[in-house]
């Protein structure tokens, strides 16, 4: 089975110069974990994932020790919220993208995201034109359904 059998066609992508503010919607609203940045041809040009969204929020490790009470001004964090949605895309996106073509099998797609640690993976086209995107839970689909068999009479003897 490939790639192209299983993926999702109907792919919440965006922009570079989209705001957070309008991404966070989509995301949220299409119960997505993650958007393709794309041209205006469709190409690929990064992705943002929810937990892109989560590391400009929360403070890394050297902060937190730095000065350990940040993490009680909620105040501070909700400011963060406002002025994060005023960024672009282009500025939390990871530009490093790990994909899959249409025509790749299944289960090799399935391992590049387990070796990744990752969910889902965009789909490509031969001309790196966003055409699907594929998740772990579309592959368990796919061979649970292909591997479950409609129950078959038992012959009378």
Do not use: C
Not at 73 to 84: A, G, P
């Amino acid at each position: 089975m490939k790639v192209k059998d299983i993926m999702s066609k109907r792919v919440v992508w965006t922009t570079p110069e989209v705001q957070l503010r309008e991404l966070w919607r989509k995301v949220f609203t299409a119960h997505v974990n993650a958007v393709p940045v794309v041209d205006k041809k469709q190409r690929l040009l990064g992705i943002v994932s929810r937990e892109d969204f989560l590391k400009e929020l929360y403070p890394d490790y050297q902060e937190y020790f730095e000065d350990i009470t940040s993490i009680h001004d909620f105040e501070e964090m909700e400011n963060k919220v406002r002025q994060l949605g005023d960024k672009k895309a282009s500025a939390i996106m990871s530009k490093r993208v790990v994909y899959t073509r249409e025509d790749t099998p299944i289960m090799r797609a399935l391992s590049r995201m387990i070796v990744r640690r990752l969910n889902q993976l965009p789909v490509l086209d031969e001309d790196d034109v966003v055409t699907g995107m594929v998740t772990k839970g579309d592959i368990f689909y796919a061979l649970i359904k292909k591997s479950v068999k409609s129950p078959q009479k038992e012959k009378k003897r």
